[in-house]
């Protein structure tokens, strides 16, 4: 029996009689692995660096750990589920109030698991709070968003609730080339001819 590790996943490989079999064991760092969808349209259900405005309070939540491997332990919560834990391990840090301004950082596609029937992908929208005492943060927007699934992605699109979320502007332009202008034609009058 030997000990492999690969990816944060412990893997033990047996040799018995000539077969291979290989176990693997979920070690606390194995888990989804998050990739940036940010510049896909196909994913792109919140629009990528645009501020929003939350339309009703909603928790700031601290998990206990990046279980998603997003790049942050913060996540919104709706203030419906105000009686419940959010999971265990996770607290509840302060309620931010209707009228918080957010901007759309990134879009990640987090794999749920890499075996049938979770192998699909849950698009997770990543926002920094613009204002307030937690100004500065990222936060993920999933669980206070509505969820599609689309099929021909084999994943789970975030969009933005409705009652949650409102786009208050639009992405920064890129700078455009300026076209050079339109070539303009001298006409000489009759008044202005040279006489000679």
Not at 5 to 25: D, H, K, Q, T
Not at 173 to 181: G, S, V, Y
Request: hydrophobic share 40%; with cysteine.
């Amino acid at each position: 029996m030997r000990k492999i590790a690969y990816n944060g996943c412990v893997f033990w490989r047996i040799e018995v009689a000539g077969l291979i079999v290989v176990m693997s064991v979920m070690a606390s760092g194995c888990g989804p692995v998050a990739r940036d969808v940010t510049g896909d349209a196909r994913y792109a259900k919140y629009t990528p660096a645009a501020s929003y405005t939350l339309l009703a309070a909603a928790k700031l939540v601290r998990a206990k750990d990046d279980r998603f491997r997003t790049g942050t332990r913060y996540y919104l919560g709706k203030m419906e589920d105000d009686g419940a834990d959010p999971r265990p391990g996770d607290e509840v840090l302060a309620t931010l109030p209707a009228g918080t301004q957010l901007r759309m950082d990134r879009l990640l596609a987090c794999r749920v698991s890499p075996h049938p029937p979770r192998s699909w992908e849950v698009v997770r929208p990543l926002a920094r709070i613009l204002d307030g005492p937690y100004a500065g943060t990222v936060v993920d927007l999933t669980e206070i968003s509505h969820h599609k699934l689309v099929r021909e992605l084999n994943a789970d699109l975030a969009l933005p609730a409705s009652s949650q979320l409102r786009r208050t502007s639009p992405p920064p332009q890129r700078p455009t080339a300026h076209a050079p202008p339109a070539p303009t034609t001298a006409r000489a009058s009759s008044a202005t001819t040279n006489r000679l």
